[in-house]
């Protein structure tokens, strides 16, 4: 069975930064594309950031295009996504992601994961 479970949320300032960590388990995790999404109180979960299997490519949501980079280590079977410039807007929680298929492509759609952790929060105070 496949277990992600993320680290590295919490409270920061308007224009601060935040590293979060997503550990994965259970599937051979160099494989698999990983994504990364947030859903703040009252919103449907939103697409962040996705990274192919290799690493290779990235592909992000406009709103943090320039301030956040998704990144993997398949050594240590971690996916990370650096926030930078974070604004109160980025508050939410959120959640990693992997990918149904091997191989696969990145994917913005939510349908397109198959696992996903239990989700950290990211507060943003003004």
């Known amino acids: 069975q496949v277990q992600l479970v993320e680290s590295g949320g919490g409270l920061v300032q308007t224009g601060g930064s935040l590293r979060l960590s997503c550990a994965a388990s259970g599937r051979t995790f160099g494989r698999y594309a990983m994504g990364w999404f947030r859903q703040a109180p009252g919103k449907e979960r939103e697409f962040v950031a996705a990274?192919?299997?290799?690493?290779?490519?990235?592909y992000y949501a406009d709103s943090v295009k320039g301030r956040f980079t998704i990144s993997r280590d398949n050594a240590k079977n971690t996916v990370y996504l650096q926030m930078n410039s974070l604004k109160p807007e980025d508050t939410a929680v959120y959640y990693c992601?992997?990918?149904?298929?091997?191989?696969?492509?990145?994917?913005?759609?939510?349908?397109?994961?198959?696992?996903w952790g239990q989700g950290t929060q990211v507060t943003v105070s003004s």
């Open positions: 992601a992997q990918h149904k298929t091997m191989y696969s492509g990145n994917s913005p759609a939510t349908a397109s994961y198959a696992f």
């Open positions: 990274i192919t299997w290799t690493g290779g490519s990235t």
